[in-house]
């Protein structure tokens, strides 16, 4: 029996040192003088020196074997493929590698065995910065767009390794009784101790998870247009910014666009955890305000905003804006807004123009301030604020320091460069683009240097460089994160299913921004003053 | 005394015959022949490939990896005979075990026979049940854990008992004739019953799984042929392959109203239990014949967010992916269907045409969609569903006659004469298809010479007021007599306008039930 064993454990040694070649540098090669094909394109990146192994695949026709050679300032790594191409790289030795080349290069060449021998292919370089990116990931992986959901859930990745575990799925099978969708996971300032989302559907209601406890709650007042949608957690104080979304989607029948996605109507939600209690921050029938987001200092309040009135009939009846706004989709345009906050006496400031993008012909959403509150990052398209389905959308900023706005052109691709979540030292930010394949969203991470300029973005590193292809889900709302979630599936699956979530109290805030002008901050009956916003409306 | 050959030929009677091996062959015919076509299009509404990542959609409800091994399995009905014949060695193992098991005297060995013929029952009685919305891990794995359990319960009497094993391929001579004649009684009778129900009350599930697969090879006159033979067989399933096909091959302004068109309820439900009207068997392949690619991909993918990938499912996406010229995503798909088992061809045949807009535009199947593209964008919400006909119903302007013609048939067949009216311009001076031409002489009767606007129309006036004559006693009652009047007027226009599809035209062309679901 044991020599059975023994023979066992031989052969399927033997077996596994068969299937992978050995990593040996050739000794005799040729220039093969093209550049190599690699995927996903991890050449010339700029990398953190905490991230997991850049496994790739080597696209060549005809090469048997493949070896790369990493070489950097004090250590080196070799790695070989077969004739699949799939290179993987042993995870301590890139360790050791990136550790020892911080804030230099690492040569990378390629080696390929063609009929006629060895070539080697034009090299390449990586560069490992200084800074470190912030370990933890989370995203929510669903199919791309569309109207249904099934299995669907948030999950958390290691940055570090290729570890990803769930934070929350909902249920596994139909049932007409349990099925729900989960979204807009957010953190405090990438502090995962204080967490919400949402679950839609069977068991809805917003999860606010402190303290390593998960409570549900009921954003819901006739006042407010839904519930809360888009979140964003004041830095300092216990407060929850919400966008409260009428939203509907629509199919494009012959475009390169699959699908666009737009408000009928939205409104600025503020949420007091501790006191449970909900308030608007702004409620405007002629405008439609959304994306919420704080500044790191708590003082500034962020958000796009779009005029609606403008494009709507008023002879015609509400109920048909949503099908007045869908035949003039691509005339909706939202800029950059802001109002100040003062924490103590929880009051908001008169709205303030950031970005006129409107008058550029432009549409801005998803405003980020960077954590040193210098930068805001946002994205930019040509109308709309889903741009997560918009080909012109690209990632672009505006230095609050000089006032100028420019796109990461580095980072930007073709296609849809959308939502972004900065790394807590502000030099790493993780975004959703649709570049691999014009549909599968994927997280990639570009570097963003003191400067203010993004270098070329790289796909999140995967134990399988074929699972980019092979996963048919997308990446949506990557947020980084400095710590794991800690909270269980196991406990957040009991608040969810097993509590029906308090209401919250609506309360009205006497510096809230009702029926006025959200664009200009202006009552309709008053002129206004210029973009500052002036004309402060009354409190309702 | 007897007769030393009387006794021999005595003899040679009562020598029992070999009912498991015949069994065998039963099950096989079954399997394969009568109803191999249907575990064939289950297998295309499913999907596999070793790689349990990719297959968690699946391991991670209950019973999984019974799902993950069941579908494993259905791949074999790539070929019918090969997943029949793997079907027929299970249902026959478990009918051996089952009588070693229950230690069945010969008297009683008719009852090993019975789980197998349950289980061949069941199938037959959900019918199109068996893959509709991706159930399909059950159809090897409930007979493949049946199967487990017996080996091990068989193994463990092996060990502790001396019974003898029953012969399994040799002739049983512990039988009686009579006993022998009871078994092959009750398989014959399970069977032909079982049969019976199916020609009785499921007749439609073969023949739809037929047309899928036809559908798939492109075999557009078999569609033809089949329909035409079932054309009393009334679904929308059916409807929609033979319209396809119809397209495909230019006749849907001649041929559409050779089969029936009423619409029968079908036995077929959804994940919720619901009886479901069978949209997801014919919308995303509407879409895509009927030149509306994007909004095919949208229901393909809708189907495939509710059930997981099916092979039928990625080649169809696949192809929209090609025809929108997006070549990273029609290779994402073909990269999944390569680790599919059986599906070289398929992927051999589209690889070639990625980054080759010339190959896809020679393509026959996908030149003859490209006529009846649209040619300027709008949202699918602004019609009625399905999309194949709401957006005919309102096309405005089209890039070839085919749209044309396809947009007056979808008018016909609505009943909407006035839309029909607004889009005979183009024709004028022309002679139509015949049922366009007998559509023009119906709305002859509101617009007054409209028919003197195009050729060949003389002899239409006088048949049709043959025919209005010889229907004037059945008009009391149309939905009644619709069905008998069928055979007479079977292919005539004007039948359909008065007697056919009543149901959904009464109150206007109806729409499909749409989700109420959000924005992902």
């Known amino acids: 029996m044991r020599y059975t064993l023994y023979i066992y454990i031989i052969a399927a040694t033997m077996l596994l040192s068969g299937c992978k070649p050995k990593a040996k540098l050739p000794s005799q090669y040729a220039e093969a003088g093209m550049e190599v094909n690699i995927y996903p394109d991890y050449k010339d990146v700029v990398v953190p020196p905490n991230i997991a192994p850049l496994n790739f695949i080597v696209r060549d026709s005809v090469g048997t074997e493949y070896v790369a050679h990493f070489k950097g300032k004090e250590a080196e790594l070799v790695a070989a493929a077969s004739a699949g191409g799939v290179v993987k790289l042993d995870t301590t030795q890139w360790r050791a590698l990136l550790v020892s080349s911080k804030g230099s290069d690492v040569s990378v060449d390629i080696y390929a065995k063609h009929p006629d021998g060895w070539v080697r292919f034009k090299p390449y370089a990586i560069s490992v910065a200084e800074e470190p990116i912030d370990a933890f990931l989370s995203y929510r992986l669903i199919e791309p767009g569309y109207e249904l959901y099934r299995q669907l859930g948030i999950y958390q ?33 990438g502090d995962t101790e204080s967490m919400v989302f949402h679950v839609r559907a069977n068991h809805g209601g917003t999860i606010v998870v402190q303290d390593g406890k998960a409570h549900k709650v009921q954003l819901k007042d006739s006042t407010i247009i839904t519930s809360g949608v888009y979140p964003s957690w004041h830095p300092t104080e216990n407060l929850v910014a919400f966008s409260t979304n009428k939203t509907g989607q629509a199919f494009h029948l012959y475009h390169a666009e699959k699908i666009e996605v737009m408000d009928e109507s ?10 449970n209690e909900v308030s608007h921050i702004i409620r405007t029938t002629s405008d439609l305000e959304t994306f919420p987001c704080w500044a790191p200092d708590g003082r500034t309040l962020y958000y796009c905003s779009a005029n609606r009135s403008r494009l709507l009939d008023s002879s015609l009846p509400d109920s048909l804006a949503g099908q007045q706004l869908l035949l003039k989709y691509d005339s909706i345009r ?27 012909g432009k549409s801005i959403s998803v405003p980020r301030v960077s954590p040193d509150g210098r930068f805001i990052l946002y994205t930019q398209g040509d109308y709309g604020q889903f741009h997560i389905w918009h080909k012109t959308s690209d990632l672009w900023v505006k230095d609050l ?9 580095e980072a930007n691709s073709p296609d849809v460069d959308s939502f972004h979540s900065w790394s807590s030292n502000g030099r790493w930010f993780v975004f959703s683009s649709r570049r691999m394949d014009s549909n599968y969203t994927r997280p990639f991470i570009a570097y963003f240097d003191k400067q ?25 709302v990557p947020e980084l994160s400095r710590n794991a979630v800690s909270i269980s599936e196991r406990d957040l699956h009991q608040c969810i299913y097993d509590t029906e979530g308090e209401n919250a109290t609506y309360k009205t805030n006497p510096t809230a921004i009702v029926n006025l002008d959200g664009m200009t901050g202006a009552s309709p009956k008053k002129p206004v003053d210029g973009t500052s916003g002036a004309s402060p409306k009354k409190p309702e | 005394m007897v007769h030393p050959k009387q006794a021999a030929s005595s003899q040679r009677k009562r020598q029992p015959l070999p009912v498991l091996p015949i069994f065998f062959v039963l099950t096989w015919l079954w399997a394969a022949w009568y109803y191999g076509s249907v575990f064939h299009i289950s297998r295309e509404y499913s999907f596999w490939v070793p790689d349990t990542r990719i297959m968690e959609f699946i391991l991670s409800q209950s019973y999984g990896i019974l799902r993950y091994i069941g579908r494993a ?13 793997f079907m027929a060695l299970m249902l026959t193992a478990g009918s051996w075990l089952t009588g070693y098991c229950m230690r069945l005297r010969p008297s009683w060995r008719s009852v090993q026979y019975l789980p197998a013929l349950f289980y061949i029952a069941v199938v037959t009685w959900h019918g199109l049940d068996i893959f509709f919305e991706a159930r399909t891990g059950l159809i090897f794995g409930i007979p493949f854990a049946a199967l487990v359990v017996l080996c091990i319960w068989g193994m463990m009497i092996k060990s502790f008992s001396r019974k003898p094993v029953p012969t399994l391929i040799g002739i049983p001579m512990d039988e009686t004739p009579r006993q022998n004649g009871i078994q092959f009684a009750v398989i014959a009778i399970c069977l032909a019953a079982i049969i019976g129900f199916d020609m009785w009350q499921r007749p439609y599930v073969r023949v739809i799984c037929r047309l899928l697969d036809m559908e798939y090879r492109q075999d557009w006159n078999g569609i033809q042929k089949l329909a035409r033979a079932n054309a009393k067989m009334s679904n929308r399933p059916m409807a929609c392959a033979y319209a396809i096909a119809l397209v495909q091959t230019g ?103 990625l980054r080759h807009t010339d190959k896809i535009n020679s393509d026959p199947e996908m030149a003859r969609i490209r006529l009846t593209e649209p040619i300027h964008d709008s949202f699918e919400s602004q019609y009625q569903q399905p999309l194949f006909m709401g957006y005919n119903l309102m096309l405005i302007e089209g890039r070839s006659k085919e749209a044309l013609v396809n947009s007056l048939s979808v008018c016909l067949y609505t009943k909407l004469m006035p839309q029909f009216v607004e889009r005979l311009e183009p024709l004028v001076g022309t002679t139509p298809p015949s049922i366009i031409m007998d559509g023009i002489m119906i709305a002859e009767n509101k617009n007054p010479g409209i028919s003197q606007h195009f050729s060949g129309m003389n002899f239409r006036q ?47 062309y109806t729409t499909l039930s749409s989700s109420s679901s959000g924005v992902n």
């Open chain 2, 462 to 508: 006088p048949q049709l007021q043959t025919f209005l004559q010889n229907i004037q006693p059945y008009m009391k009652d149309r939905p009644g007599h619709a069905y008998e009047l069928f055979p007479k007027y079977k292919g005539y226009y004007p039948y359909y306008y008065f007697f056919g599809n009543l149901k959904a035209t009464k109150k206007g």
């Open chain 2, 73 to 85: 399995m259905l791949q074999l009905y790539r070929f019918p005979w090969l997943g029949g014949l």
């Open chain 1, 401 to 409: 320091q000089t006032d100028s706005c420019y796109a990461l052109t």
């Open chain 1, 334 to 360: 939202y800029n950059l807004m802001s109002l100040s906050f003062d924490p103590k006496t929880r009051s908001f400031g008169k709205p303030q123009m950031v970005v006129d993008a409107v008058s550029e």
């Open chain 2, 251 to 353: 006749q849907i302004g001649e041929r559409l109203y050779d089969i029936r068109l009423d619409y029968d309820s079908l036995h077929i439900h959804g994940m919720d239990g619901a009886h479901n009207n069978a949209s997801c068997l014919y919308v995303p392949e509407g879409n895509y014949y009927g030149g509306f690619i994007e909004s095919s991909l949208h229901a393909s993918m809708e189907q495939m967010v509710m059930t997981g990938p099916t092979i039928r499912l990625l080649k169809l996406m696949t192809k929209c992916a090609l025809m929108r010229e997006e070549w990273e995503l029609a290779d994402k798909y073909l990269t999944m269907l390569r680790r599919v088992p059986f599906e070289g061809a398929f992927c051999k045949k589209y690889g070639a045409m």
């Open chain 1, 452 to 476: 203010g300029h993004a270098h070329k973005a790289f796909v999140l590193p995967q134990e399988d460089p074929e699972w980019n292809i092979l996963l048919l889900k997308s990446y949506n």
């Open chain 1, 157 to 189: 990745r290691n940055l570090t390794t290729f570890d990803e575990v769930p934070i929350y799925e909902n249920n596994r099978e139909y049932s007409d009784g349990e099925n729900h969708c989960v979204n807009c996971h957010n953190y405090r300032m």
């Open chain 1, 266 to 275: 939205s409104d600025l939600l503020l949420y007091d955890v501790t006191k």
